[in-house]
Structures are given as structure tokens and as C-alpha cells.
Nanobody
């Protein structure tokens, strides 16, 4: 039911930063946990970060912890992924997803997905 649209991806240099946005439509956005996942060519989709409905709790994959920050603005129905100190291995199609309640890193718990936005990190 939740419609999600990612934006902000593009070509960035290693060591640089980018902010991804995910705009959600729906009357109950503030009740959903939100997550970011990514998928590189030839690899399985992997968990990146999750934020609770209120924004009070966040959970990160070890590969991005300390470099990425997930945030949300419930007044704007938007979730963000601030990506810093980017590495070539961060290159992937990044997906935004929503889940009822707390979903953590389990993809199976997320009900709605965006179309993805490409992030390419060059050396």
C-alpha cells in the first residue's frame, strides 16, 4: 500500500558523500519502520540500515556502520540515507523499503519496496 520513490543516486568519487532520499505516500508513514537495502551486480541484495517508526532506534550493517546514517522526517514522509566516506564497494542499486513494526535486517519483514536508485562510486 505504501508507495516509495528513491532519489539522490548518481556517480560519486571515492571518499565523497551523497544523500539518498525516499519519499513515501501514505497516511500512516509514521507507523512504519523503514530500511535501506542494496544490490550490486551479480550479488545478492543485502541489508544496509533500518530505522524505527519514531526514529529512536537505528540498526546498521557492519560494512556501513560509522559511514552511513539513516534518518527520517515523518512530517515530510521521507527517509534518508546519508552516505559518507564512500568506497567503490558501495556501488549498488539502493532500495528503500517499509515494514510494519520493527523489521531489522530481515527482508521478509518489509512489505513495500521502491524502484531503487543507482549509486556508483569511482576510484
Amino acid at each position: 500500500q505504501v508507495q516509495l520513490v528513491e532519489s539522490g543516486g548518481g556517480l560519486v568519487q571515492a571518499g565523497g558523500s551523497v544523500r539518498l532520499s525516499c519519499a513515501a505516500s501514505g497516511r500512516t508513514f509514521s507507523s512504519y519502520a523503514m530500511g535501506w537495502f542494496r544490490q550490486a551486480p551479480g550479488k545478492e541484495r543485502q541489508f544496509v540500515a533500518t530505522i524505527s517508526s519514531s526514529g529512536g532506534y537505528t540498526y546498521y550493517a557492519g560494512s556501513v556502520k560509522g559511514r552511513f546514517t539513516i534518518a527520517r522526517d515523518n512530517a515530510k514522509n521521507t527517509v534518508y540515507l546519508h552516505m559518507n566516506y564512500l568506497k567503490p564497494e558501495d556501488t549498488a542499486l539502493y532500495y528503500c523499503a517499509s515494514a510494519r513494526g520493527w523489521a531489522g535486517a530481515r527482508m521478509e519483514d518489509f512489505d513495500s519496496w521502491g524502484q531503487g536508485t543507482q549509486v556508483t562510486v569511482s576510484s
